[in-house]
């Protein structure tokens, strides 16, 4: 039971599959935002309007490759309070997965923000609970730091929900399925999981 727990507190398991290291694939991804509020803009006539932080989102993500050479969002779409991507991460070979220009978040729900005097356990208790580079979760952590940063120096009211869910792309036939949902959920939004009035 010792493993369930941090800082003598329950903890969450992760929900990334164990069989798989995430640092190379195809994934379809979907973060939304804390509370499920509509803080990336609303659907007016069938269109996404964006807010000013869902403008940047949108930035982020097709720019992604700036920051990690590794990735790319070949397709995404931002909702009114979620945002769904796909999301190809190269295996990493090289010192290009060593490499980001974005800032670690650091807010309450970031493993970044663990304070100890022991510079020993502080390490092991980082290296064990921090993304691996090159990966999915890195990618992921790096776009959403970027949003609440930039919501934070601007004075924009904006949270992530802590986590993000992933699924594995393993064929054509899904990829092609997800595709077309992404590409059609401005359309369908009210139909939509995450849809709220």
């Known amino acids: 039971m010792s493993d369930d727990r941090w800082q003598n507190k329950y903890r969450i ?3 990334r599959a164990i ?3 995430y640092d190379g694939g195809i994934y379809f991804i979907t973060i939304c935002t804390k509370y499920r509020e509509h803080s990336f803009g609303e659907i007016r006539d069938g269109e996404m309007v964006l807010s000013e932080i869902g403008g940047y989102a949108a930035e982020q993500f097709q720019n992604v490759s700036t920051h990690y050479p590794y990735a790319e969002i070949p397709l995404f779409t931002i909702m009114p309070n979620h945002v769904h991507a796909i999301v190809v991460v190269s295996a990493c070979r090289d010192a290009a997965c060593n490499v980001s220009s974005m800032e670690p978040n650091h807010s309450a729900g970031d493993v970044a923000r663990y304070v100890s005097t022991n510079e020993t356990e502080k390490d092991e208790h980082m290296a064990e609970r921090s993304p691996k580079r090159g990966s999915l979760a890195a990618v992921i952590r790096g776009l959403k730091s970027a949003v609440t940063k930039y919501a934070n120096e601007n004075e924009i009211l904006f949270a992530w929900q802590p986590r993000f869910h992933d699924h594995i792309i393993r064929n054509n036939g899904e990829l092609n399925q ?5 590409e059609n959920n401005v359309a369908n939004w009210k139909d939509d999981e995450f849809y709220t009035p």
Do not use: N
């Not at 997800?178 to 992404?182: E, Q």
């Open 178 to 182: 997800i595709a077309s949902y992404i």
């Open 19 to 21: 069989w798989h290291d």
């Open 13 to 15: 398991e992760s929900a």
